[in-house]
């Protein structure tokens, strides 16, 4: 069985910094493209960012770009996303997902398992 487990979420205030972490257990995971999007309340779920399989290219959403970074350890099944410079419209749900493959994706379709999520509030 496929678990993602994110953790790190919290309350931080405006150009704070939090570093979120996502466990990966049941699926092979340095064969799989990690990626992070997020949801605000009553918005559509959107692309955060991307990491490829031996963590050689990465892609950010525009918003989050010079700001976040993502990574990963495949010796620890984890992918981590490093926020910095953090805004109150940064506050969503961040969730992980793993997809099978060697292309990045931006599409949420496109992901084969997902986490639960954590919170992110950043205030003003």
């Known amino acids: 069985q496929v678990q993602l487990v994110e953790s790190g979420g919290g309350l931080v205030q405006a150009g704070g910094s939090l570093r979120l972490s996502c466990a990966a257990s049941?699926?092979?995971?340095?064969?799989?493209?990690m990626g992070w999007f997020r949801q605000a309340p009553g918005e559509k779920r959107e692309f955060v960012a991307a990491?490829?399989?031996?963590?050689?290219?990465?892609y950010y959403a525009d918003a989050v770009k010079g700001r976040f970074t993502i990574s990963r350890d495949n010796a620890k099944n984890t992918a981590y996303l490093q926020m910095n410079s953090l805004k109150p419209e940064d506050t969503a749900v961040y969730s992980c997902?793993?997809?099978?493959?060697?292309?990045?994706?931006?599409?949420?379709?496109?992901?084969?398992?997902w986490g639960q999520g954590t919170q992110v509030t950043v205030s003003s």
């Open positions: 997902a793993a997809r099978t493959g060697s292309l990045i994706s931006t599409t949420s379709g496109q992901y084969n398992y």
């Open positions: 049941g699926l092979t995971f340095s064969s799989s493209v």
């Open positions: 990491i490829t399989r031996s963590s050689g290219n990465t």
